[in-house]
Each structure stands twice: as structure tokens, then as C-alpha cells.
């Protein structure tokens, strides 16, 4: 049982050391990796994002992109496939708040199908082409999982911010 333990221990390590943190606690952002060479983990303030690429195709490179609200990046995260059992990419959100993926269609000519799930519910499915600069936006009402699909192609995420919905006071009655 111990060893199970120190094991378990031993690849929790593995993957907080592999977390890129980006210097915005509210944005994940990339550094540049290589296929096959990719950390699994990423993560900002409240959202963890899991990468399953068991071909080891996924890769990061330096790119400038500049969105409609004015958010500036310099690197893309590539997913090069369709999403399947090999290829997925997964979001834990630690609180409830408003979720913006920044992400394009890894293809000049071809517009791509971005998914996303909470089990096996479609919460947003939204169209990302290549000259497009607008992002993906959901309000996510509740802590859970969530899974980000590519049914029609490779795409390019260049960052994914998360900002959190603090609950307010509840006001106190007015003294009559």
C-alpha cells in the first residue's frame, strides 16, 4: 500500500513539475516545445489543462497573434490532429466564472470545429478559422471538468484565460 502511495506521489510530482505557469495568474499560455517533448500539464489561478498525446505529435512554436480584445501572443499551442482516444485536451476549473479560449484553425483554408464538453453535454460549439481573431467564450456556472474537441481538424490555441466570478455579500436589510 505504501509503495502504491509513493508511486501515486511520484506522478503528481511528475506533472506539477511539467505545469507551465505563465506570468497572468488569470491566462494559460505556452513555451515553445517540440513533438514528443511536451509537458502534459498547464495551468493559471483556477484551471488546470491536461493534454492527452499519446502519439507525441502536439507541439509549441513562436508565433504573433493578435485578438479582437486587444490579447497579444507570441507562441501557439498546436494540436496537429483531430481530437480522438490519442489526441484530447482536457480543463479542470477550480471555481465559476467566464472561460475565453483564444484559438484558430490550424489550416489556411479550411475552418475548424471547436467543441466543449462537461461529460458528455455540448455546452459551446463555435467555428474557428485561420483570419479569425474573435474568441471562444463560455460562462462556466460551476466547478467540474471539461473537455475542448476538434471533430474537423488540427487547431492552434494561443492562451486560455479564466476569470473568476466572486460571489457578492448579500445585501443587508434596510432598518425601517
Not at 497579444?72 to 494540436?79: H, L, M, N, S, V
Not at 477550480?94 to 479550411?110: D, F, N, P, Q, R
Amino acid at each position: 500500500m505504501k509503495k502504491l502511495f509513493t508511486t501515486i506521489f511520484a506522478a503528481l510530482l511528475a506533472i506539477a513539475a511539467s505545469a507551465q505557469i505563465g506570468t497572468d495568474p488569470t491566462m494559460i499560455t505556452f513555451k515553445p516545445f517540440s513533438p514528443g517533448n511536451n509537458p502534459m500539464v498547464f495551468s493559471c489561478d483556477k484551471v488546470f489543462m491536461y493534454v492527452v498525446d499519446d502519439k507525441g505529435k502536439m507541439e509549441c512554436d513562436e508565433h504573433i497573434r493578435t485578438f479582437r480584445d486587444g490579447q497579444r501572443f507570441t507562441t501557439r499551442f498546436k494540436t496537429v490532429s483531430t481530437s480522438s482516444r490519442t489526441s484530447q485536451i482536457y480543463l479542470s476549473i477550480k471555481a465559476k466564472g467566464m472561460l475565453t479560449i483564444y484559438a484558430t484553425s490550424a489550416s489556411s483554408e479550411v475552418d475548424r470545429q471547436v467543441v466543449i464538453l462537461k461529460g458528455a453535454k455540448d455546452l459551446v460549439t463555435d467555428v474557428v478559422e485561420q483570419k479569425s481573431k474573435r474568441p471562444i467564450t463560455l460562462e462556466i456556472e460551476k466547478p467540474s471538468e471539461y473537455q475542448i474537441m476538434y471533430p474537423d481538424g488540427p487547431i492552434n490555441i494561443y492562451g486560455i484565460r479564466f476569470v473568476e466570478k466572486k460571489d457578492e455579500p448579500a445585501a443587508e436589510p434596510e432598518a425601517k
